[in-house]
């Protein structure tokens, strides 16, 4: 079974700059979608950025511009560069994964989509 461990949380001075790490195992990431969400206490989860199986990264508009996912398929691992980091960014991150079942082109970065999840890295954005 696919497992996610997530890394590279702390806290950062807002303007600051983190990048998180998420090591797969159990399976190639290269053949699925991976993707990276954030909660807040009292908020909904929600997605922030994610990459298909061919590559193709999607984000969240609050963080466009500002935050790059990458990943690198030969260490079976996905990362998230989050710079000019702001308050409004704090919240636990999550890496989550699932196969990429869906029509090319839609929408896909939504929390059902997705059946594997890791537990999680905090992230705090002090003004």
């Known amino acids: 079974q696919l497992q996610l461990v997530e890394s590279g949380g702390g806290s950062v001075e807002a303007g600051g700059s983190l990048r998180l790490s998420c090591a797969a195992s159990?399976?190639?990431?290269?053949?699925?979608?991976v993707a990276w969400f954030r909660q807040s206490p009292g908020k909904e989860r929600e997605g922030v950025a994610g990459?298909?199986?061919?590559?193709?990264?999607t984000y969240a508009d609050a963080v466009k511009g500002r935050f790059t996912i990458s990943k690198d398929n030969a260490k079976n691992t996905l990362y998230l560069q989050m710079d000019s980091l702001k308050p409004e960014d704090t919240g636990m991150y999550y890496c989550?994964?699932?196969?990429?079942?869906?029509?090319?082109?839609?929408?896909?970065?939504?929390?059902?989509?997705?059946?594997?999840w890791g537990q999680g890295t905090q992230v705090t954005v002090s003004s």
């Open positions: 990459i298909d199986d061919r590559g193709k990264a």
């Open positions: 989550a994964a699932d196969f990429c079942a869906f029509p090319e082109g839609m929408r896909w970065l939504y929390e059902s989509t997705f059946g594997y």
């Open positions: 159990g399976y190639s990431i290269s053949n699925i979608c």
